[in-house]
T-cell receptor, first 110, second 116 residues
Framework: SQQGEEDPQALSIQEGENATMNCSYKTSINNLQWYRQNSGRGLVHLILIRSNEREKHSGRLRVTLDTSKKSSSLLITASRAADTASYFCATYSQGGKLIFGQGTELSVKP | NAGVMQNPRHLVRRRGQEARLRCSPMKGHSHVYWYRQLPEEGLKFMVYLQKENIIDESGMPKERFSAEFPKEGPSILRIQQVVRGDSAAYFC??????????????FGPGTRLTVL
């Protein structure tokens, strides 16, 4: 079964607005990660939040984790056109393999 | 300290040919993971290797696909007799030990395979 599921699947906003993406997962986790992928490119690791953390910040990124609801959110504040990309959440399964969600495609219009 | 290297970055093959994808992990990393990303989809785990050992190949198709990580040299993902459905981006990631609680996986730029 798919571990991480993001919503919305696609999000279009204006530059300067905030973007919020959500991720749900099914099994217990030790940590959850968010990645960005620009079109046709590789993955860029954004942030890792551990299961004993509720919120984490990194620059314009804010990630929350609610283990009781098995969900996480990624907030990008004051978005820029350069934030246009696909965003994936991922959790570790047994043996260290990452289970990725389908991703949210974010489009930030200038 | 160079990151994870993958080559080639783009590979074009005709149906029935073989595709060989290479991954050099980060220095000091002995654990390699391969993932496949089909168009418009997220990444799916294929195989996890340590030096000279396949640890978990539960995501590998049963036929035509194989992987190795020799004592010396890069990890190789081999696809025999490619078909159009093999067209995808293949990503390699490495970690210094078993990825999980406190060890991140570091991803390479990927190899984009196109099967004509």
């Amino acid at each position: 079964s798919q571990q991480g599921e993001e919503d919305p699947q696609a999000l279009s906003i204006q530059e300067g607005e905030n973007a919020t993406m959500n991720c749900s997962y099914k099994t217990s986790i030790n940590n959850l990660q968010w990645y960005r992928q620009n079109s046709g490119r590789g993955l860029v690791h954004l942030i890792l939040i551990r299961s004993n953390e509720r919120e984490k910040h990194s620059g314009r990124l804010r990630v929350t984790l609610d283990t009781s609801k098995k969900s996480s959110s990624l907030l990008i504040t004051a978005s820029r056109a350069a934030d246009t990309a696909s965003y994936f959440c991922a959790t570790y399964s047994q043996g260290g393999k990452l289970i990725f969600g389908q991703g949210t495609e974010l489009s930030v219009k200038p | 300290n160079a990151g994870v290297m993958q080559n080639p970055r783009h590979l074009v093959r005709r149906r029935g040919q073989e595709a060989r994808l290479r991954c050099s992990p980060m220095k000091g990393h002995s654990h390699v993971y391969w993932y496949r990303q089909l168009p418009e989809e997220g990444l799916k785990f294929m195989v996890y290797l340590q030096k000279e050992n396949i640890i978990d190949e539960s995501g590998m198709p049963k036929e035509r696909f194989s992987a190795e990580f020799p004592k010396e040299g890069p990890s190789i993902l081999r696809i025999q007799q490619v078909v159009r459905g093999d067209s995808a981006a293949y990503f390699c990631a490495s970690s210094p030990s078993v990825a999980g609680n406190y060890n991140e996986q570091f991803f390479g730029p990927g190899t984009r395979l196109t099967v004509l």
